[in-house]
């Protein structure tokens, strides 16, 4: 932005300044504002330009000088010292806090939690009864106040606990933020904001992620088609993600193979936890839809699912999973995937036994399918399924022998491994991994003991 002036007299006095945003308690539209100015400019003046480039009053910006806030904003770009090219600090602070928290009562949205201005709860218990939809946006963000609507009274205990609870909230969180800006400019106090920001941000995405899309929470239902193997009828889980198709040992003994397993494939699946592969059969029928196929299975325990149909199946007979038509297509015949009513128990297990964290309104969130679960929060148990390979030997006419890559397929961990699988050391490395994110040092350590080691999942109980 040019600066008017006399330019008879000050355009050989013009010099490039830039102003850099180290700090702000807002949203910018820029964090860099490049401005042509005279050293004989005050801090006042400037005030004014950054004003009309990004619309932060100027009683919200302060100029920085060695890290420490600027008072005297009559001081000229002589008197700060600032060259051709130079670069003045600002930081914005506006109190936004107090803003954030009025925030809430303007947007459009339903929220997870009831408004402090819902001072009937026998009016909004029977709105909840009567009215499907609001039933349904409450079952979503709320399920446990809907299921106390059915008791006025523990309806009303409720609403009043949570109205005690959003208050004790919101006072905690004003005596910190006051705590903080006694001293704003302070390392410490500034790393606290920047985290309270950020949580702030976190709650913010995934409110309007169910608000938006609560679709994303549900249940996905997983590929299931009815196959016949040597004979009898099983559900078979379609996983292009598996490069075998693998069969758990006591399918494999009710369809009358177990007999034929070739126990020189046998050895350990590794990855999240580990899991004893007993065998290979070689050839046995199968039939899907129309077609009667030949395959191979490997035998292998700790599976959820009886029968997992792998990348290996669905690419000799060139298989295609349709999704719009909700079916496994084999050249001209189309066999349809199951309903959820028509699934194995097992998968309702997996989802029950899979890690969870704390949802909106006393749900719960699934850490690995993100399904949301109504009641109140569990504690993590153990997640059943992961991506495991195998190294196992093979056959050979040889006293030695030769290693055989089993493909990579979900299994699940020995009871003997931690939750999600085999325990591994919290380094100093694996710490840094997840507080690079945002977290503190007690969360990561504390995420990462109950994973046991396993930084991914660290992160993923976090977020």
């Not at 914005?92 to 303007?106: E, K």
Request: charged content about 25%; hydrophobic content about 35%.
């Amino acid at each position: 932005m040019a600066v008017p002036g006399n330019t008879n007299s000050q355009d050989a006095c013009i010099q490039r300044t830039s102003i850099t945003i180290i700090s702000s308690d807002r949203e910018l539209p820029t964090d860099l504002i490049p401005l042509d100015v005279g050293p004989d400019m005050t801090l006042n003046d400037i005030k004014a330009f950054v004003e009309a480039e990004i619309g932060v009053p100027p009683s919200a910006q302060i100029f920085l000088r060695d890290g420490k806030a600027v008072t005297d904003t009559s001081m000229t770009l002589a008197d700060f010292n600032i060259q051709e090219g130079g670069i003045i600090p600002m930081a914005i602070q506006a109190n936004p806090p107090r803003r954030r928290a009025a925030q809430g009562a303007t947007t459009g949205q339903p929220s997870t939690q009831v408004d402090r201005g819902v001072n009937d709860s026998e009016a909004l218990r029977t709105r909840i009864l009567q009215d499907p939809g609001v039933m349904a946006d409450f079952r979503i963000r709320d399920p446990e106040l809907v299921a106390a609507a059915q008791d006025g009274q523990r309806f009303r205990d409720l609403l009043e606990e949570r109205f005690r609870q959003n208050e004790r909230m919101q006072r905690e969180k004003e005596e910190q933020i006051a705590l903080l800006e006694a001293d704003p400019f302070n390392v410490d106090a500034q790393q606290k904001i920047e985290e309270m920001i950020r949580q702030e941000r976190v709650s913010e995405n995934l409110q309007k992620a169910m608000d938006e899309f609560p679709e994303a929470f549900g249940k996905v239902t997983m590929l299931y088609i009815d196959v016949v193997v040597n004979g009898h009828p099983i559900k078979a889980f379609v996983d292009s993600g598996a490069q075998t198709t693998i069969m758990s040992p006591s399918a494999a003994e009710r369809c009358g193979i177990l007999r034929l397993v070739d126990k020189r494939f046998g050895g350990i699946a590794k990855g999240v936890g580990t899991a004893q592969i007993l065998g290979r059969v070689h050839s046995a029928e199968i039939q899907i839809g129309q077609y009667d196929l030949a395959s191979s299975f490997t035998v292998m325990e700790g599976k959820d699912v009886d029968l997992l149909l792998g990348l290996d199946m669905l690419k000799r007979h060139q298989m295609c999973i349709d999704l719009k038509k909700n079916c496994l297509r084999i050249e001209n015949d189309e066999i349809p995937f199951l309903p959820e009513s028509e699934l194995p128990k097992m998968m309702e297990e997996v989802l029950e036994n899979e890690p969870k964290v704390a949802g909106p309104g006393g749900s719960t969130v699934g850490a690995k399918t993100g399904t949301v679960m109504p009641g109140a929060s569990t504690s993590s148990t153990q997640g059943r399924s992961g991506q495991a390979s195998a190294s196992t030997p093979g056959p050979s006419d040889r006293s030695g022998s030769t290693a055989t890559a089993i493909p990579s397929s979900v299994v699940q961990p020995h009871s003997g491994s931690s939750a999600f699988g085999e325990p591994q050391p919290i380094t100093a490395e694996t710490i840094a991994q997840v507080t690079e994110l945002g977290f503190t040092r007690e969360e990561a350590i504390a995420a990462l003991q109950q994973t046991g080691g396993n930084v991914e999942l660290a992160i993923g109980l976090l977020l």
